[in-house]
């Protein structure tokens, strides 16, 4: 068990499933803990279940329609007009909005807890932005792999024709199609890459096909949603978002929102794209309306309702509340409204001051409060440290609503670990874990269908490249740095192995000699402290010695791991455009880089040799895994124009400037860092001299490494962007950013400087202040997304 | 910021006893370093139904002219603009003008109102009271200081009404009127604790301190007329926006207009533009825009008595 689980990890951690924790000071990422264990549940169970539930979503979307409405269920008394008014979820910009009944609910998440006699009871609902299909999704990815036999000998119900329909419902409630051959342009709204769940939107978006987006990429034309692309600007139909109700529109919503877009309400009022769920939705997450539920399934669907509730108490009604008062020390309390939270004061675990405490604040805001029956859960087994234990459970289940106006029930769920064994209680930020739900028994008999779980993998080995829907100014943005990072990376990685094997080889000629270079060349590039850059050869090694050391550092700011984190936040925020082996390239990156460095010299070059062999895959897949897209190109761009930039620099920091010999050690190194070492003594065997060196690493377009190179490189994929033409601007920055780039081809091709060290001198000075300026007119033409704020 | 408005008779209108026919124009004119390439406004610029008040005209025009203007009624039934606008502009005017009638209030017989603790009671649970107790964005759940500050009007058994014009007068005999004191996030606290600023800080004072104790309040947009000083002519846009607040008085009595900024009930002197739960629920003119760098804006507001004065 325990070696098999641990391919599962394995695969969990590779496929970079993640979620931050917001009270994690420090942001960082979580890996999200699977529990080996599959919940099984019997086919005739479930059944009843799913009916319960596709009868819970019938009304939730039923009384969602009718508060967002004519409000009858206030008016003849079903709720209280308190509860509804009083709940901040209640969007007032929102009421009166016409909608169809598809778009009112989409999807819905309900959280259910098993009791000890086997009922399972409704613990919470989620109709705002309900997480959790995506990692449900890759659980099953990954449990269907590690124990694939099992998988198979259980007969487990397929997920891929839950979100099969979920896309359908989204392509169904587009008010037009403005994509290609008419069809719907679908967008996943992402609030960004700090949001705790962005792994999820950004494998959902991929795995349905919809364009992720965040706010600042949207915006609204006469009452209409547009992407903003490199392209221009592309109408979207339907909006699947993440971004919570108020912070959807600084307009009519929360003036303090940077997350969403101005006029989002206006167009949906307008009928001219389709938001899911609803604006507004989150109101019937709040736990206040649990206690009203019978009522109000009676009341507008005419039925009893299937599935049991937590018995649940609102403060705002007065005989609820003094049961509340009466069970201080025996219910669970919970925020009555979802836009406050959801933290849980469990009254058994209150001191004399806690109870105390929560009675004043009852007494003095009673509408605020919730209290729960607690229930004795059932537990389940789960593996921890090599052994079954038992712990209680949360199982979210999902429905999605169909165009027809029924729903599907994805036959499966998320089932959440509780981390204390006694209460079933959990959020993903406190949860112990979690396991995927297998609804087994059912269907027997009939045979699989092959594509069933195929067509669930989010990225079959190879992977894709680019797909539907255009590039967004920001993600271009991201992209650009993703190729100057992981270059930057790579310099970096190529000079500390330089160092590390002069270090380590003794037998190495000059290799003392070239240490001094190399040191002069990690200064200037701001690696190690000048102090240490400036050592003579006498000092080189011992000097060396201490600037591994520092670089290895972890804690580091300019040190090799800082540079990977700046590679994987850039990367982060593009997950869905790069090859989703990119993403698994960069998280096993993460974890080498952030161990530390050994600073023996021999260890340390293995460990920079898998480094290099990491980043060089990055290339390849550059290469060899992405469609010659705007995407790929904006990753070219920025790799090949840090290259450019870091060459400029290593002739500056080796030291081949006037005044300084340029000696044989620093042509030596320059040529180890180009990769041209073979190259040049294939050509000119009689030994290393400056002008044959600086000929090559200028002025040869073949050499993928010269100037030259990077410079012809830009020029052929800059063309080939759509060209700006600077509204308001006098000059249009891609006809500069040309005029540059011909300028530097020039320069380059000069032989003047291979021979006059003042020349030398001129050349690099200028390229250094010509090729950043490149960089910022591409920043300028393609990437300047203001951001909307408030007047 | 309005200056506080001395007592004169008012004119009689044709129609009504006490009537008064106002012609007011608002201008805001907003200046941009760098040009806004899209804007997005929202305008509560139009007056609302209100039984004491007749609207006979109101117009909106902004220029350059947006491609997209609707209008509705939002939630609490004022008349709300939306513009949008693409076109590059560095400057952008908005101009408001409406022509309305006053008329003064029946006599309030503040101690024959019911108590203030029935009237909590009542308050929670009726459709149009309910969600004037609960806090709201710009007045959030009273502290200990607000809660005792209101405490001090509603001795036991205390007749809402006489509680309620307490409060109003007592706001503006210890607060002093200081528009540099305050910005419009300036919290309740601080407006509490310093004893200044203007008269949206006095309206959300007065709201809060009423919420504290389930009492039902609603902000107020709107106009007052002013007068200048004797024998001066009136100055253009020397007016300006001013906020009130209105208190529940009982299912008798409802709503009653209170301006804490003047220390008395309003009368044909405030002329009604929106109501809400606090400011954010009816901002005279709200935007977002893109671009633009530095921006500048004035607001000028003249209210000016129409039938003779």
Same mark, same amino acid.
Request: net charge neutral; glycine share 10%; aromatic share 6%.
């Given at each position: 068990?325990?070696?098999?689980?641990?391919?599962?990890?394995?695969?969990?951690?590779?496929?970079?499933?993640?979620?931050?924790?917001?009270?994690?000071?420090?942001?960082?990422?979580?890996?999200?803990?699977?529990?080996?264990?599959?919940?099984?549940?019997?086919?005739?169970?479930?059944?009843?279940?799913?009916?319960?539930?596709?009868?819970?979503?019938?009304?939730?979307?039923?009384?969602?329609?009718?508060?967002?409405?004519?409000?009858?269920?206030?008016?003849?008394?079903?709720?209280?007009?308190?509860?509804?008014?009083?709940?901040?979820?209640?969007?007032?910009?929102?009421?009166?909005?016409?909608?169809?009944?598809?778009?009112?609910?989409?999807?819905?998440?309900?959280?259910?807890?098993?009791?000890?006699?086997?009922?399972?009871?409704?613990?919470?609902?989620?109709?705002?932005?309900?997480?959790?299909?995506?990692?449900?999704?890759?659980?099953?990815?990954?449990?269907?792999?590690?124990?694939?036999?099992?998988?198979?000998?259980?007969?487990?119900?397929?997920?891929?024709?839950?979100?099969?329909?979920?896309?359908?419902?989204?392509?169904?409630?587009?008010?037009?199609?403005?994509?290609?051959?008419?069809?719907?342009?679908?967008?996943?709204?992402?609030?960004?890459?700090?949001?705790?769940?962005?792994?999820?939107?950004?494998?959902?978006?991929?795995?349905?096909?919809?364009?992720?987006?965040?706010?600042?990429?949207?915006?609204?034309?006469?009452?209409?949603?547009?992407?903003?692309?490199?392209?221009?600007?592309?109408?979207?139909?339907?909006?699947?978002?993440?971004?919570?109700?108020?912070?959807?529109?600084?307009?009519?919503?929360?003036?303090?929102?940077?997350?969403?877009?101005?006029?989002?309400?206006?167009?949906?009022?307008?009928?001219?794209?389709?938001?899911?769920?609803?604006?507004?939705?989150?109101?019937?997450?709040?736990?206040?309306?649990?206690?009203?539920?019978?009522?109000?399934?009676?009341?507008?669907?005419?039925?009893?309702?299937?599935?049991?509730?937590?018995?649940?108490?609102?403060?705002?009604?007065?005989?609820?509340?003094?049961?509340?008062?009466?069970?201080?020390?025996?219910?669970?309390?919970?925020?009555?409204?979802?836009?406050?939270?959801?933290?849980?004061?469990?009254?058994?675990?209150?001191?004399?001051?806690?109870?105390?405490?929560?009675?004043?604040?009852?007494?003095?805001?009673?509408?605020?409060?919730?209290?729960?029956?607690?229930?004795?859960?059932?537990?389940?087994?789960?593996?921890?440290?090599?052994?079954?234990?038992?712990?209680?459970?949360?199982?979210?289940?999902?429905?999605?609503?169909?165009?027809?106006?029924?729903?599907?029930?994805?036959?499966?769920?998320?089932?959440?670990?509780?981390?204390?064994?006694?209460?079933?209680?959990?959020?993903?930020?406190?949860?112990?874990?979690?396991?995927?739900?297998?609804?087994?028994?059912?269907?027997?008999?009939?045979?699989?269908?092959?594509?069933?779980?195929?067509?669930?993998?989010?990225?079959?080995?190879?992977?894709?490249?680019?797909?539907?829907?255009?590039?967004?100014?920001?993600?271009?943005?991201?992209?650009?740095?993703?190729?100057?990072?992981?270059?930057?990376?790579?310099?970096?990685?190529?000079?500390?192995?330089?160092?590390?094997?002069?270090?380590?080889?003794?037998?190495?000629?000059?290799?003392?000699?070239?240490?001094?270079?190399?040191?002069?060349?990690?200064?200037?590039?701001?690696?190690?402290?000048?102090?240490?850059?400036?050592?003579?050869?006498?000092?080189?090694?011992?000097?060396?010695?201490?600037?591994?050391?520092?670089?290895?550092?972890?804690?580091?700011?300019?040190?090799?791991?800082?540079?990977?984190?700046?590679?994987?936040?850039?990367?982060?925020?593009?997950?869905?455009?790069?090859?989703?082996?990119?993403?698994?390239?960069?998280?096993?990156?993460?974890?080498?880089?952030?161990?530390?460095?050994?600073?023996?010299?021999?260890?340390?070059?293995?460990?920079?040799?898998?480094?290099?062999?990491? *980043?060089?895959?990055?290339?390849?897949?550059?290469?060899?895994?992405?469609?010659?897209?705007?995407?790929?190109?904006?990753?070219?761009?920025?790799?090949?124009?840090?290259?450019?930039?870091?060459?400029?620099?290593?002739?500056?920091?080796?030291?081949?400037?006037?005044?300084?010999?340029?000696?044989?050690?620093?042509?030596?190194?320059?040529?180890?860092?180009?990769?041209?070492?073979?190259?040049?003594?294939?050509?000119?065997?009689?030994?290393?001299?400056?002008?044959?060196?600086?000929?090559?690493?200028?002025?040869?377009?073949?050499?993928?490494?010269?100037?030259?190179?990077?410079?012809?490189?830009?020029?052929?994929?800059?063309?080939?962007?759509?060209?700006?033409?600077?509204?308001?601007?006098?000059?249009?920055?891609?006809?500069?950013?040309?005029? *540059?780039?011909?300028?530097?081809?020039?320069?380059?091709?000069?032989?003047?400087?291979?021979?006059?060290?003042?020349?030398?001198?001129?050349?690099?000075?200028?390229?250094?202040?010509?090729?950043?300026?490149?960089?910022?007119?591409?920043?300028?033409?393609?990437?300047?997304?203001?951001?909307?704020?408030?007047? | 910021?309005? *200056?506080?408005?001395?007592?004169?008779?008012?004119?009689?209108?044709?129609?009504?006893?006490?009537?008064?026919?106002?012609?007011?124009?608002?201008?805001?004119?907003?200046?941009?370093?760098?040009?806004?390439?899209?804007?997005?406004?929202?305008?509560?610029?139009?007056?609302?139904?209100?039984?004491?008040?007749?609207?006979?005209?109101?117009?909106?025009?902004?220029?350059?002219?947006?491609?997209?203007?609707?209008?509705?009624?939002?939630?609490?039934?004022?008349?709300?603009?939306?513009?949008?606008?693409?076109?590059?502009?560095?400057?952008?005017?908005?101009?408001?003008?409406?022509?309305?009638?006053?008329?003064?209030?029946?006599?309030?017989?503040?101690? /024959?109102?019911?108590?203030?603790?029935?009237?909590?009671?009542?308050?929670? /649970?009726?459709?149009?009271?309910?969600?004037?107790?609960?806090?709201?964005?710009?007045?959030? *759940?009273?502290?200990?200081?607000?809660?005792?500050?209101?405490?001090?009007?509603?001795?036991?058994?205390?007749?809402?009404?006489?509680?309620?014009?307490?409060?109003?007068?007592?706001?503006?005999?210890?607060?002093?009127?200081?528009?540099?004191? /305050?910005?419009?996030?300036?919290?309740?606290?601080?407006?509490?604790?310093?004893?200044?600023?203007?008269?949206?800080?006095?309206?959300?004072?007065?709201?809060?301190?009423?919420?504290?104790?389930?009492?039902?309040?609603?902000?107020?947009?709107?106009?007052?007329?002013?007068?200048?000083?004797?024998?001066?002519?009136?100055?253009?846009?020397?007016?300006?926006?001013?906020?009130?607040?209105?208190?529940?008085?009982?299912?008798?009595?409802?709503?009653?207009?209170?301006?804490?900024?003047?220390?008395?009930?309003?009368? /044909?002197?405030?002329?009604?533009?929106?109501?809400?739960?606090?400011?954010?629920?009816?901002?005279?003119?709200?935007?977002?825009?893109?671009?633009?760098?530095?921006?500048?804006?004035?607001?000028?507001?003249?209210?000016?008595?129409?039938?003779?004065?």
């Amino acid at each position: 068990m325990e070696e098999r689980w641990d391919a599962g990890r394995r695969l969990l951690f590779q496929n970079g499933v993640t979620y931050h924790a917001y009270a994690d000071p420090q942001g960082v990422e979580r890996p999200w803990p699977l529990d080996p264990i599959p919940l099984l549940l019997p086919h005739s169970e479930w059944l009843m279940i799913a009916e319960g539930l596709r009868q819970r979503a019938r009304l939730l979307n039923r009384v969602l329609a009718d508060l967002y409405g004519d409000q009858s269920i206030l008016r003849d008394g079903v709720l209280p007009y308190g509860l509804v008014l009083g709940d901040p979820g209640f969007l007032r910009a929102c009421h009166g909005m016409d909608l169809a009944a598809g778009a009112r609910l989409t999807l819905v998440a309900t959280d259910m807890v098993r009791d000890r006699t086997g009922i399972w009871r409704v613990l919470a609902s989620r109709t705002q932005a309900p997480t959790g299909t995506g990692y449900t999704l890759e659980n099953r990815v990954v449990m269907s792999q590690t124990l694939a036999e099992s998988f198979r000998g259980c007969n487990v119900e397929r997920l891929s024709p839950f979100f099969e329909q979920l896309r359908q419902t989204l392509i169904s409630l587009a008010p037009r199609g403005s994509g290609p051959d008419g069809c719907p342009r679908l967008a996943l709204l992402t609030p960004g890459p700090l949001n705790e769940a962005y792994f999820e939107h950004a494998f959902l978006a991929r795995h349905l096909g919809l364009t992720l987006v965040e706010g600042a990429d949207l915006t609204v034309r006469d009452q209409a949603v547009y992407l903003k692309t490199l392209g221009g600007l592309e109408r979207i139909d339907v909006i699947l978002r993440r971004v919570d109700d108020d912070f959807c529109d600084p307009l009519e919503l929360r003036p303090d929102s940077a997350l969403g877009v101005a006029g989002l309400v206006e167009a949906v009022r307008a009928g001219n794209v389709a938001v899911c769920n609803s604006l507004g939705s989150g109101l019937t997450d709040s736990v206040a309306l649990m206690p009203w539920m019978g009522a109000l399934s009676r009341h507008l669907l005419g039925e009893a309702p299937l599935l049991a509730d937590v018995t649940t108490y609102w403060g705002g009604d007065p005989r609820q509340r003094a049961e509340m008062v009466a069970g201080l020390d025996r219910l669970v309390f919970r925020p009555a409204y979802s836009s406050m939270g959801h933290r849980t004061t469990f009254g058994p675990e209150l001191d004399a001051a806690g109870r105390a405490a929560l009675a004043a604040s009852l007494r003095r805001r009673p509408q605020d409060w919730v209290a729960q029956e607690p229930v004795v859960p059932s537990t389940a087994p789960v593996w921890r440290d090599g052994r079954k234990v038992a712990r209680p459970l949360v199982m979210r289940a999902f429905a999605c609503a169909t165009p027809d106006g029924d729903w599907m029930v994805m036959p499966g769920g998320l089932a959440r670990i509780s981390a204390d064994e006694r209460f079933a209680s959990v959020t993903l930020q406190t949860g112990a874990g979690a396991k995927d739900v297998w609804i087994v028994g059912g269907a027997i008999g009939q045979p699989q269908r092959r594509r069933g779980l195929a067509s669930l993998m989010p990225d079959g080995g190879g992977d894709s490249g680019p797909r539907a829907g255009d590039l967004p100014s920001r993600a271009a943005d991201h992209l650009f740095w993703v190729g100057r990072y992981a270059e930057r990376a790579d310099a970096a990685v190529r000079t500390l192995r330089a160092a590390a094997r002069r270090l380590s080889d003794d037998a190495h000629p000059g290799a003392e000699e070239e240490l001094v270079p190399l040191l002069r060349l990690m200064g200037f590039n701001g690696m190690i402290p000048m102090e240490i850059a400036g050592l003579p050869q006498t000092d080189a090694v011992r000097g060396m010695r201490q600037a591994l050391e520092i670089v290895a550092d972890p804690a580091n700011p300019g040190g090799l791991r800082a540079t990977m984190d700046r590679l994987r936040r850039a990367a982060a925020g593009v997950r869905d455009r790069l090859p989703g082996e990119f993403s698994r390239v960069l998280t096993v990156l993460g974890e080498v880089a952030s161990q530390p460095l050994k600073t023996d010299p021999a260890a340390m070059h293995l460990r920079l040799d898998e480094v290099s062999r990491l *980043l060089a895959s990055l290339i390849g897949l550059e290469l060899d895994g992405m469609s010659r897209g705007p995407a790929w190109r904006f990753l070219v761009l920025g790799r090949r124009l840090e290259r450019a930039i870091g060459i400029v620099g290593a002739f500056n920091g080796c030291g081949l400037g006037p005044g300084t010999a340029g000696t044989v050690a620093s042509l030596s190194v320059l040529l180890e860092l180009a990769a041209a070492g073979a190259a040049y003594r294939d050509r000119h065997p009689v030994g290393i001299r400056r002008e044959p060196v600086l000929s090559l690493l200028l002025a040869d377009d073949d050499h993928p490494r010269s100037l030259a190179f990077q410079i012809k490189t830009v020029q052929r994929q800059l063309v080939k962007l759509p060209p700006i033409d600077g509204e308001g601007l006098s000059v249009s920055p891609t006809l500069l950013a040309n005029q *540059l780039l011909e300028t530097a081809s020039r320069l380059v091709a000069d032989p003047q400087p291979t021979r006059d060290p003042t020349a030398l001198a001129d050349l690099t000075d200028r390229l250094g202040r010509l090729l950043p300026e490149i960089s910022n007119l591409l920043s300028q033409a393609y990437f300047s997304h203001a951001f909307a704020r408030t007047t | 910021m309005p *200056l506080p408005a001395r007592r004169e008779e008012d004119a009689v209108d044709g129609n009504e006893r006490g009537a008064v026919r106002y012609q007011c124009r608002h201008v805001t004119r907003y200046g941009y370093g760098d040009p806004v390439t899209s804007a997005h406004m929202l305008a509560h610029l139009a007056p609302r139904d209100h039984p004491r008040q007749t609207c006979h005209k109101a117009t909106l025009s902004i220029v350059p002219w947006p491609g997209v203007v609707t209008e509705r009624h939002d939630w609490f039934g004022n008349p709300v603009t939306y513009a949008a606008l693409h076109t590059p502009h560095r400057e952008l005017t908005v101009t408001a003008e409406i022509e309305v009638t006053v008329a003064p209030p029946p006599p309030l017989l503040a101690e /024959t109102t019911p108590c203030w603790e029935e009237v909590a009671a009542l308050a929670a /649970t009726l459709a149009e009271t309910a969600e004037f107790v609960r806090p709201s964005a710009r007045v959030p *759940l009273a502290d200990t200081a607000l809660t005792l500050f209101a405490a001090a009007f509603f001795s036991q058994g205390r007749a809402i009404g006489e509680g309620a014009l307490d409060l109003t007068r007592r706001i503006h005999a210890d607060f002093s009127f200081d528009p540099t004191a /305050t910005t419009i996030s300036t919290p309740i606290s601080e407006v509490l604790a310093r004893k200044r600023g203007v008269c949206q800080d006095f309206a959300h004072l007065m709201i809060g301190a009423l919420r504290a104790l389930g009492l039902p309040a609603r902000y107020v947009s709107g106009y007052l007329r002013t007068l200048p000083p004797p024998g001066k002519p009136k100055l253009q846009g020397a007016d300006a926006s001013h906020a009130w607040v209105q208190a529940w008085c009982g299912p008798h009595d409802g709503w009653i207009d209170l301006d804490p900024t003047n220390g008395r009930q309003c009368d /044909t002197d405030h002329v009604t533009l929106a109501w809400g739960r606090d400011y954010d629920d009816v901002c005279p003119l709200r935007g977002v825009i893109l671009g633009g760098g530095h921006h500048g804006v004035l607001v000028a507001v003249d209210v000016d008595q129409l039938d003779g004065r």
